[in-house]
Structures are given as C-alpha cells and as structure tokens.
C-alpha cells in the first residue's frame, strides 16, 4: 500500500475532487484548513494571506497508487498550479 498526499490550493479542490472520481481513486481524506508558509509564501485562509491550502490523503495499492500520482501530477501541471504539492509515501500498516 502507498498514500498519495497532496497539499493542494483549495481554490482548486473542486477541480481536484473530479480528478480523483475520473481517475477512479478508491477514496479520499480531505482535510479542508491548513496553515502553513513555504516556497509559494504563508497560506493561512485569511484577507491577510489569501491562498487556502487543503490535505488530501489517498491510500491505494502500490501500482495504483503510483499511476494516480503520475497523473494528478501531470493535471496540476496542465491546470499551472504551481501551489499544490504531491508526495507518495508507503503505508507500513492499515487497520
């Protein structure tokens, strides 16, 4: 098993939700608040620092895991987002 975990702009989620049903993810997290500061400067959501940030979390297996991160990849690009991050990660154990 791996997770794909995306630190996505949440002004691209509904964008992103539709990707994940196309591509046929078997689920998803979202956690839709986050803070935090980086390369792409502070989003905290507010009219001070505009720019929402959304988790997404997908645990799939390995190969298919890998093949929805490629291509989430690949749609972030085409869409210019140069906000949102992806990473996979294995999953050690699932309960």
Do not use: F, S, Y
């Given at each position: 098993m791996k997770m794909v975990l995306m630190m996505a702009d949440a002004a691209?989620?509904?964008?992103?939700?539709?990707?994940?049903?196309?591509l046929g993810a078997p689920g998803y997290t979202?956690?839709?608040v986050l803070e935090g500061a980086g390369?792409?400067?502070?989003?905290?959501?507010?009219?001070v620092h505009p720019?929402?940030?959304?988790m997404?979390?997908?645990?799939?297996?390995?190969a298919d895991a890998e093949a929805l991160f490629t291509?989430?990849?690949?749609?972030?690009d085409a869409a210019?987002?140069?906000v949102s991050r992806l990473f996979i990660l294995p999953v050690e154990r699932m309960a």
């Open positions: 691209r989620l509904d964008a992103i939700r539709t990707d994940l049903k196309d979202a956690c839709p390369r792409t400067g502070i989003h905290a959501g507010d009219r720019g929402g940030l959304v997404l979390m997908i645990a799939a297996a390995d291509e989430l990849v690949r749609r972030r210019g987002d140069q």
